[in-house]
């Protein structure tokens, strides 16, 4: 079982939906959890991150840890076509003398406009 | 606008031939990230540098792949001898020191480089 699962879509949303990605992980220990936008070609780029259970908002996006269900979210209001792009979810937990890191596999998403 | 700057963008070269990757983390960032890109396996980890030491390299095929960070704004991962499986998208990504929480964040990738092993 990989350490995180996230379903690879791909997700086709009309422009102004709200969208919904998802990620489930199967290690307890995670204590910081982060989404990244990776356009066509280019390297990903950190959008959130947030530490333990709880919600973050910035903007149109909202991520939401829920360490009981081993369960995080990033929500996306008012979609734009701008936010085509792959979503990477991200983990990690605090380690001596290195911290540990995974991420999901991506879900691709295309706003229609 | 800080960027972590990757060389070369693309390569393209046969089995068995030796393969360097560089990159420029940002100025300031005491944390170097290599990772390696697939369809398949996504991102997976290859190493970690925090003040140029290596931290954790588990990742890496030892026997074929190496990182170093000769100094503090330049990275390298190199692989010899090349296999086709090796054929991916390479990102380093640096981070700022971490602050009060101790953790390290993979905050600014480059746009990779995509390598070819024919």
């Known amino acids: 079982q990989k350490e995180v699962e996230q379903d690879p879509g791909p997700l086709s949303v009309p422009e102004g939906a709200i969208v919904s990605l998802n990620c489930t992980y ?3 220990a995670f204590q910081y959890f982060m989404w990244y936008r990776q356009y066509s070609r280019k390297g990903p780029e950190l959008l959130m991150y947030t530490y333990s259970s709880g919600n973050k908002e910035d903007g149109r996006f ?6 009981s269900s081993k369960y995080i979210s990033l929500f996306i209001r008012d979609s734009q076509p701008s936010d085509s792009a792959t979503y990477l979810c991200a983990m990690s937990v605090v380690r001596s003398p ?3 890191f995974y991420f999901g596999t991506g879900t691709s998403l295309t706003v229609i406009p | 606008d800080a960027r972590v700057t990757q060389t070369p963008r693309h390569k393209v070269t046969e089995m068995g031939q030796e393969v360097t990757m560089r990159c420029q983390p940002i100025l300031g960032h005491n944390t170097v990230f290599w990772y390696r890109q697939t369809m398949m396996q ?3 980890l290859l190493a970690y540098f925090r ?4 931290l954790d390299d588990s990742g890496m095929p030892k026997d074929r792949f190496s990182a170093e960070m000769p100094d ?10 090349s296999e086709p499986r090796d054929s991916a998208v390479y990102f380093c990504a640096s981070g700022p020191p971490p602050g009060g929480q101790g953790w390290d964040q993979p905050q ?3 746009d990779g ?3 070819s092993i024919l």
């Open chain 2, 51 to 54: 003040n140029r030491a290596p």
């Open chain 2, 72 to 81: 503090a704004t330049l990275a390298t991962l190199k692989i010899q001898p």
């Open chain 2, 113 to 115: 480089t995509r390598l």
């Open chain 1, 98 to 100: 290195g911290n540990q």
């Open chain 1, 62 to 67: 909202t991520a939401q840890v829920d360490k």
């Open chain 2, 108 to 110: 600014h990738f480059g």
């Open chain 2, 42 to 44: 996504g991102l997976e």
């Open chain 1, 26 to 28: 199967s290690n307890s």
